[in-house]
């Protein structure tokens, strides 16, 4: 009789390890390089603000922005600012230098680049405009030459430094679209504004008057067909929590990021063309 050999028991069965589920890869925004074109000063209270607002945008809404302070008088001698996603014309006018700033508009005007221009800003918006667009080259600014001929910069009968004023917004404009209402209480910390003498040159080559306070007289400018041009006579940066930047603000990185998103698209088509 032949013996069966021994079974051997098998050996028992290690469970497998659980699946960990991988999170989905949320994009990461790439970081918009912002020129803040203005002279950097402790006195000027919206010079304080400005980082931190952008910082917030960076914390709370994702919107990656990396400022860079230009004095104005280092505009001309570095070139266009082309190499920028965003460019800022912060309030502190008289400015350093006029030709800096109008530089700086100018180069964000011709080459598509996202622009807000608040106080100053806007009136120097005006200035460059009116001399390279409009043929007005004697266009002054009375508070750099107050005995100029034909000022298109003046003060305003009713100075506006520390007032609060309600603001109307055109329908269907780019601060509609930004603000998303269409009036707006705001406040100011200025004593210059636009001419109505010259309202009708401006309009007439294309200028875009989007904002107006309750007499009429110019609060917010626009320039139609560019991907992001605003002004505005008040200052957004003093007028919300450094939490909650304004919608101004908001929407002015949302463009300069959204201008670093396609350099950078445009930048990888054309290695992988290349290579």
Do not use: K
């Not at 700033?101 to 807000?116: S, Y």
Request: glycine content about 10%; overall charge negative.
């Amino acid at each position: 009789m032949t013996s069966s050999a021994p079974v051997t028991p098998a050996a028992p069965v290690t469970p497998a390890a659980p699946v960990t589920p991988v999170a989905p890869v949320t994009p990461v925004a790439p970081v918009a390089r912002v020129a803040l074109v203005g002279d950097r000063s402790a006195e000027v209270a919206a010079h304080g603000r400005i980082p931190d607002l952008l910082d917030a945008l960076r914390r709370r809404d994702g919107l990656p922005v990396d400022a860079y302070w230009i004095p104005t008088d280092e505009v001309a001698a570095m070139g266009p600012l082309d190499g920028f996603d965003g460019i800022w014309l912060v309030p502190g006018s008289p400015y350093a230098s006029e030709a800096g700033a109008l530089a700086a508009v100018r180069t964000a005007r011709e080459r598509g680049i996202p622009f807000l221009g608040t106080c100053g800003g806007l009136q120097h918006v005006v200035l460059e405009f009116a001399r390279s667009v409009c043929g007005f080259v004697d266009a002054a600014h009375a508070e750099v030459d107050p005995d100029a001929p034909h000022p298109l910069i003046v003060p305003i009968a009713c100075a506006l430094n520390g007032h609060e004023g309600a603001v109307r917004i055109t329908r269907d404009s780019l601060a509609e679209r930004v603000i998303g209402a269409d009036r707006t209480v705001e406040r100011y910390y200025c004593s210059y504004g636009i001419n109505p003498d010259h309202i009708g040159l401006l309009l007439a080559h294309g200028l875009r008057f989007s904002g107006v306070d309750e007499s009429g007289d110019v609060r917010v400018l626009e320039l139609p067909g560019h991907p992001f041009f605003l002004a505005t006579l008040f200052q957004p940066e003093l007028g919300s929590e450094v939490s909650r930047p304004h919608p101004v603000i908001r929407g002015f990185a949302e463009a300069a990021v959204a201008t670093a998103a396609a350099r950078r698209a445009s930048a990888r088509v054309t290695r992988r063309t290349l290579g």
